[in-house]
């Protein structure tokens, strides 16, 4: 638009000469170096991250769960065991199974038998290669106070070693899976979402970090990587899978998925294979022979927080008979336990 | 094209040109922000388990900051709407100074969201499946980066026009104010739905936090350019008549009433009905199980808000020394109620009854402050610039216009602070 063969110009005043001088030429020399070593300072600390640490071309390019093609997926595998392989130094397999045709997974909670030993949350930990430092639970069981089902008056770090208290009960909370879920609904960037099966399940190579899902769960079942997890050298469990088990980068989300890596290939749950009670039930619940269905048909069923809607596909239950209630309330039994 | 880029050199070198205050205050903003940024790379390599925040309070003080600082942006549109909706013309030479201050909030709202997410090198995944409209943050995403580009259409334009000495075509930007207005409401809304839509958060779970950001942002936003406009007209020759500060002052006042009357009912319904719901507002006011970080915070902002009303009902802040006052103690008061006394809250207790508080570590501040000091940077050189261009000193004709060979370009001949 301008005229090009014009030359700037600043009419009514003598154009400054440039300050050429040795004092200027000093002075403007040592703001540009104190500025200088100024940035470099702040982004010194970058110095200390690791180049595994960067994710490489293949992280940065790698496609949403639900777009990958069968050879991306193989791809993303190898890379996973490749990652796993360089920083834990151990090979482990990594599978995706898929959801089974006609399975509706639930998971049923007797509070009439649980006795608060905490087996299940460190068979988990184990089982789903948990972060031992910062340490991360996916599994929370609450000392409840007899006469009342409220958790704010409940106590989440009662000693195991004494349990179970005669005046108390205790209710094991982890993800519930829900058919409304709240927590994929607020997801900005679809990194997590409910599997056929009902599971809800996070893509950790998708996750942004924003820790939404995790204001939005109304069972505190969700954990977020505050730091690079650390597991034990020798404990990785190598029965790894894409959407559940697998060791996570730090900055993501992660919960229980149920076991899938097992359950979906015929197995149970970690937490329900290690119970010494039998309070945990698992199954099929659109198979009318299964043990939760019939749980669900015949047994008193309290849902946790039935009022937020959220549907959820894990549920507790009482017993009539045989419940450890029904023995007369005595001193609190030697039982050790973890 | 030629003229636009010399138009934003004749800016940038505008931007350096000062008096030593003006070189201390950049320096001293410079220095705080690269503070934010060593604090930003130990959190980029260490993770954010150098904030303060834990799986119980997972959301902290960049999150406060930024639904703080979206109320801040709405600053524009209180003083675009007397202009160009009920023709008060007092209004009209500062408008630019709320879009402006708009720009460099929502610059500052977009950094703390950043700097708050675990993994930013997958920002790209926001474009690849971006989960709209179901999610509430990617209408906020939408909604902020949509302002920020309307404003700075609107105020990027109204100086270009300046600039090059012409005036401004009306359906270049009279669509796009009204258009701006209507945005800066949503992006309150917005923001706010992002909390009230969980289920699960009953400190948030209620209607009445919508309203409550608007009327604390239009109490907020205008103080604020309250006290810009008197820094303005302190140090530099632009005139900003009294009739504006007052006008604003009254948009002050009546916001600040408001806010305080939706503070009441929503502490009434809270406290009366003393349901299991109360636990978030118990330990926000009284404490809760013997633990009260935030109490001592909540009562002095309350205090602030109070004494702030009062000053603002009375003639007495007719003085602009009792205005600045009030206006500083709204600012703050505001900040720690809309900040800290928002958010913290409805993570105590935990969905699970437990109660584990929240206390931000050097880290975080250090960032925080960085974050500030880049966003009060960056309001500097708008103003810096927009000031000489709007008044006619600075134009492209004056500049480059009439042909004398062997002139230098000499931004300091444009007359400065």
């Known amino acids: 638009m301008a005229d090009a063969s014009r030359q700037p110009v600043a009419p009514g005043t003598p154009p400054n000469p440039p300050d050429m001088s040795r004092r200027g030429f000093l002075a403007k020399g040592g703001v540009a170096v104190a500025g200088l070593s100024a940035l470099a300072a702040a982004f010194s600390p970058l110095r200390h991250l690791a180049p595994e640490d960067l994710p490489s071309l293949e992280d940065f390019l790698q496609k949403h769960y639900k777009e990958m093609t069968p050879a991306d997926k193989d791809r993303a595998l190898a890379r996973i065991r490749g990652q ?120 950790y190579d998708w996750c942004i970090g924003c820790r939404y899902c995790e204001a939005a769960c109304p069972y505190w079942a969700r954990r977020f990587n505050f730091a690079e997890p650390q597991l034990p050298e020798g404990s990785i469990n190598p029965n790894v899978s894409y959407l559940s088990n697998r060791p996570r980068p730090k900055g993501v989300m992660e919960k229980c998925t149920f076991c899938l890596h097992r359950t979906r290939v015929g197995r149970l749950p970690a937490c329900l294979e290690v119970c010494p009670t039998g309070s945990r039930k698992f199954g099929n619940v659109l198979d009318p022979n299964s043990e939760v269905h019939y749980i669900l048909k015949h047994k008193r069923v309290y849902v946790l927080k039935e009022d937020v809607g959220t549907l959820p596909r894990f549920f507790y239950y009482f017993d009539e008979r045989g419940s450890r209630y029904a023995e007369p309330p005595g001193p609190a039994r030697p039982q050790e336990a973890s | 094209m030629k003229r636009y880029l010399a138009f934003l050199w004749d800016c940038f070198r505008l931007s350096f040109v000062g008096d030593w205050r003006y070189h201390l205050w950049m320096a001293i903003l410079t220095a705080v922000a690269l503070g934010g940024v060593y604090a930003y790379c130990h959190q980029l390599v260490h993770g954010l388990v150098t904030t303060g925040m834990t799986d119980q309070v997972s959301w902290g003080l960049y999150i406060a900051n930024f639904t703080y600082l979206v109320g801040l942006a709405a600053a524009a549109a209180m003083l675009v709407i007397p202009v160009y909706v009920y023709r008060n013309l007092h209004l009209h030479d500062v408008v630019i100074f709320g879009e402006l201050l708009a720009v460099a909030v929502i610059v500052m709202c977009l950094l703390f969201v950043t700097v708050d997410l675990g993994r930013p090198d997958r920002f790209l995944h926001l474009l690849l499946r971006f989960n709209f409209p179901i999610s509430m943050l990617t209408w906020d995403v939408i909604a902020l980066n949509g302002y920020l580009l309307l404003n700075l259409h609107i105020c990027g334009y109204l100086i270009y026009c300046a600039y090059c000495g012409r005036t401004p075509v ?100 809270e406290f009366y009905a003393d349901t299991r719901h109360l636990a ?102 708008l103003v810096r610039v927009s000031v000489p261009v709007l008044a006619g000193e600075l134009t492209h004709a004056r500049r480059w216009g009439s042909p004398a060979p062997g002139a230098v370009p000499a931004p300091r001949s444009v007359p400065s602070s």
């Open chain 2, 170 to 269: 009306k359906s270049f930007y009279i669509p796009f104010v009204f258009v701006a207005i209507a945005w800066a409401i949503s992006i309150h809304t917005v923001t706010a739905f992002l909390y009230v839509g969980l289920g699960g958060r009953p400190f948030w779970n209620s209607a009445i936090i919508a309203p409550r950001f608007l009327a604390s942002a239009f109490a907020a936003g205008p103080a604020f350019i309250i006290l810009t406009l008197q820094i303005v007209r302190h140090y530099t020759r632009h005139r900003v008549a009294d009739d504006a500060l007052l006008t604003l002052r009254r948009i002050v006042q009546v916001a600040m009433i408001i806010n305080l009357f939706l503070l009441a009912c929503e502490v009434f319904t």
């Open chain 1, 84 to 203: 796993v392989r360089r920083r834990h130094r151990v090979e482990v397999r990594v599978t995706d199974p898929p959801p089974l045709d006609g399975v509706e997974f639930v998971y049923g909670l007797n509070i009439s038998r649980c006795i608060g030993c905490r087996r299940c949350v460190h068979a988990c930990v184990q089982e789903n290669n948990l972060s031992r430092s910062p340490e991360i639970q996916y599994i929370r069981v609450l000392e409840m106070e007899k006469g009342s089902i409220d958790v704010e008056s409940s106590d989440h770090h009662y000693a195991s070693a004494q349990v179970p208290r005669p005046d108390k009960w205790y209710m094991p909370v982890q993800c519930h899976q829900c058919a409304n879920p709240p927590c994929v609904k607020v997801c900005p960037v679809e990194a997590t979402w409910q599997e056929p099966d009902g599971l809800v399940v996070i893509d």
């Open chain 2, 280 to 381: 978030s507002a118990h330990y926000l006011y009284l404490g809760l199980h013997g633990r009260n970080a935030l109490v001592p915070w909540i009562w002095v902002a309350i205090g602030m808000n109070l004494v702030a009303t009062a000053l603002l009902m009375l003639p007495a802040s007719r003085s602009l020394r009792t205005l600045n006052t009030a206006c500083l103690l709204a600012i703050v008061g505001i900040w720690i109620e809309k900040g800290m006394g928002l958010i913290i809250p409805a993570f105590v207790p935990t969905p699970l009854g437990e109660v584990v508080e929240y206390l931000p570590t050097m880290h975080e501040t250090l960032i925080c402050l960085g974050i500030w000091a880049f966003g009060l940077l960056v309001y500097t050189i």
